[in-house]
């Protein structure tokens, strides 16, 4: 068996940005998911400039047969390819699909996070209020330590999100900065 890199490496977890924008509440998230394109797409290229593992999360959109190019096809296809375009998955990134709002609920993201060495995630992505906030708990109760750049999440209710920010900081420990105070230093390679 493989043995994992000594664990405290760093992680990039993109969370639902592959998105259709075809659901409810889609007309409050777009803006705000907008805003943060830009900030995700310059945290996504300082990751691979530093060779530091960009995971992808995302819904599976309800296609149970979807393997992830799919995904990005049917979002590119949607009415806001200009949101998912900047930020989309290139060859070396890695991805995971989930069904649920926590990236770990029956997905393989914790052993992956273990075969890769990572003790520290950075959340960024959609909806602070739901997936990032649950996924923050479930990253913080496997002993992770969790960055959440509050300027690289979307919300759809934004006082719902200063509250999950509040919840992520206070009571899991997470760190909540802004995206440029996040620091890529080269993974380590065995």
């Given amino acids: 068996m493989h043995r994992p890199v000594e664990q ?3 992680a990039l977890i993109v969370i639902d940005m592959i998105n259709t924008y075809d659901h409810e509440d889609a007309e409050l998230l777009a803006p705000s998911a907008g805003r943060i394109v830009p900030v995700v797409a ?15 999360a995302n819904d599976n959109l309800g296609l149970w047969r979807s393997h992830h190019g799919e ?16 930020i989309r998955p290139d060859d070396d990134s890695l991805f995971v699909v ?4 926590s990236i770990f609920y029956e997905t393989p993201m914790s052993y992956l996070l273990w075969q890769l060495g990572v003790g520290h995630v950075v959340l960024c992505g959609q909806v602070t209020e739901q997936c990032v906030l649950y996924s923050a708990l479930d990253a913080h109760i ?4 969790v960055t959440v750049p509050r300027d690289a999440v979307a919300c759809i209710h934004p006082h719902l999100e200063a509250a999950a920010l509040e919840m992520m900081e206070r009571n899991m420990g997470a760190r909540i ?3 440029k105070e996040i620091g890529f230093s080269p993974a380590r390679t065995e």
């Fill in 8 to 10: 405290g490496g760093l």
């Fill in 42 to 56: 310059d945290l996504v290229g300082r990751a691979r400039d530093a060779d530091v593992p960009v995971v992808y």
């Fill in 71 to 86: 995904l990005v096809d049917t979002a590119l296809d949607g009415p806001h390819a200009e949101l998912v375009e900047p």
């Fill in 98 to 101: 989930k069904a649920r709002h």
């Fill in 142 to 145: 496997r002993h992770l330590e």
């Fill in 177 to 179: 900065v802004t995206a």
